[in-house]
Structure formats: structure tokens, C-alpha cells
């Protein structure tokens, strides 16, 4: 009898996610046949060789409703046919297609739980948006006993709601030697999706009062307006967007970054209750960074200080951070030292372990 096989389903552009590139590696590393199935975009690159399967589906609209319903509908029929002996949704937004062929053929299925979809920003502020979401959830989550989240806050949260109990996986990096190379530059990185709730409408004013530049690499739904932001107060030379950066040359932009900026308008329970993958990323550079005072970062900064975490989000406010840990160079180093301690713990080989026991258990269950 051949390995497991495995499909994980989500909506992201396949290069450019790493959080499912670790997944998906650390299940083939252990043994699965792990497919990973996403959207074919127009701009999509060529995709990169992993140790496990990608597959993309084309669609005839790349957001909205008509982009949802067409991959839905694709996606449905593929897994159909797709030899597999786990489904997992990565997120609400591939979950139907998944729950209903797991039911029609039988199959085993695994919850993602990346995100608090039902209260992002995007959806709670359009009524008819969050009703369906909310039925979705109802619907299905409860149905997928099996599952795993990013952090105690969201478990907590979805066993509340849900009566699910899933396993805490955090988005930590995985751990590789390190060496922090000398600052060329003491310039501020955001780095991941640039979308609405991300504090950019804050955070872009404020680089004025910082003598830094700011560099974003990513792009998401609120890209365009974070550009017309930098150019409405003159920083086109001091806010620079790099958009979609392969992971590798990420790398490079993150180990030489002097503060990483990891911020979430408190405007949805999602944002509150967030973990995200950029946090471990600075702290596996040795970059120290400014987060917001929320549950999952001062979770991890009461045990490692790595960073400078605010309750006000205000341009003044950021700005008087940031440029706290610019001139106080003895704290810096202080931070920078306590991140290189941190990733000893919170590092994906640890996390890997929880991840490929929740496989375990359901491959090896009648």
C-alpha cells in the first residue's frame, strides 16, 4: 500500500505562500503524498519545484463573488476525480468543495484554520458578504472535528463557537543557522499582504516624523491605496513597494531590515486574536519589531522581549516608536539578542511535530 495521499486546498498564488510551502514539505518529508491546489492568475509565474504535487485552476475572474463561485465549482469536480485519502480546507474559503466531496466519497478532513474568516474586515463590513460566510461556517466547521490554528486565542475562539477542540500549529520559520549581517541601511520592513486592516492608512503618515525609510513587499486588496497614501503625502522616495518578492530574495529584505512591522487595526476579533507569519519572521532574522499589545504577541513577548508592542496605533504614535528603537541603540541590541533566543523555541521544527500528529492520528483511525 502506497502513502497517504493528501490535497490541501486554498485560493493563494502557490509560489508566494510559505506558510503552505511548510506545510506541505514537512507532510511529504514525512511520508505523505501531499498535493497543493490553488488559483491560476494571469500573472502567475511558472511554478517553483517543491517535494510535493501543485496543481492550479484556471477561473474566469480573479476576485469576487464570480471568481469564488467558478473556483468552487472547478475545485469540486477535480476533487471528485483526484485520488486522495485526506481533504484539507485551507481556510473558509475552499471549505464547501471540500466538505461535500469528503461526505459523497468518504474521505477524511482536516480544518486549516489560518484566520477568524468570518470576522476579517472585508467581510464584516458588507452585510450580505458576512451573512453567507457566517452560514458557510455554521454549516461546516462543526463538521470537521479534525483541524489545527495559529494560535490558543483562535482554538479558543473556535471551540467556543464551533464545539471543535484543534490543535495549536503556530506560522513559526523554520530555524537555520544565522549570522546578522551589519546594517547598511536602518530601514523599516513590512513584509506579507497589504490589505485593508493592516494599519497602513497609519503607518505611511507616519514614516514623515521617522528619519527611516519604509520598504513593503507584498501586495493584497489595499495595495493600489496604500501607493496613492505615499503619494498624497510626498513619500515616494521614502515609502518603497516592492510587491510580490520570491521568498528568497524576502530573506535578504528581512535580514537586513533594522525593525519589522507587524500591525492590525483592533477593527475585527480576526485581527485581534492574530498570529501572524511575518512575526516569526523578523524574530528569526534578529530583527526586532513593532506589534500591536494583543493577546498572541505579548503571549511571546512576556517571554522573550522581541519587541516594542503598542496600544495606540496613531500616525504620532507609531511614529514615536519607531524612532525609539532607532536611537536607542543599548535596547536594540537587547531586543536583537532576546529574537535569537526566541527562535530556539518557537520554530517550525517544533511546530512540525504537532502538525504531523494531527495527520497521524486521522490516517491511522478507521
Known sequence: MGAKRIVCTVTNDLNYDQRMIRICTTLAEAGYDVTLVGILRKKSKPLTERP?????????AEQGKLMYAHYWIKLFFWLLFRKAD????????????????????????????????????????????HK?????????????????????????????????????????TILRPVTIPPKKERYVLYQGAVNVGRCF????????????????CGEGNFYAEAMALAKKHGLEDKVIFKGYVPPAQLVEYTMQAYIGITLFEDTSLSNRLSMANRFFDYMHSGVPQLCNRYPEYERVNSQFEVGTL???????????????MLENDTRYKVLQQNCLKAREIYCWQEQAKTLVSVYDSLSKSN
Not at 497609519?202 to 525609510?213: D, E, F, G, S, T
Not at 503598542?310 to 525609539?324: C, E, G, K
Open 310 to 324: 503598542i496600544d495606540d496605533t496613531t500616525p504620532d504614535a507609531i511614529a514615536a516608536a519607531l524612532n525609539s
Open 52 to 60: 510535493f504535487k501543485q496543481v492550479r485552476l484556471s477561473v474566469v
Open 86 to 129: 485526506i481533504l484539507c480546507a485551507i481556510d473558509l474559503d475552499t471549505i464547501l468543495p471540500v466538505f461535500y466531496v469528503s461526505r459523497i466519497r468518504g474521505l477524511k478532513r482536516v480544518y486549516d484554520a489560518h484566520e477568524i474568516f468570518t470576522d476579517l474586515k472585508e467581510v464584516i463590513s458588507r452585510p450580505s458578504v
Open 201 to 216: 492608512e497609519q503607518l505611511i503618515p507616519a514614516m514623515k516624523q521617522v528619519n527611516a525609510r519604509l520598504i513593503i
Open 132 to 172: 453567507m460566510w457566517l452560514w458557510i461556517a455554521q454549516h461546516t466547521v462543526p463538521r470537521f472535528p479534525v483541524g489545527y490554528t495559529i494560535g490558543e486565542s483562535y482554538a479558543g475562539d473556535f471551540e467556543k463557537r464551533y464545539g471543535v477542540r484543534y490543535q495549536v500549529v503556530r506560522n513559526a
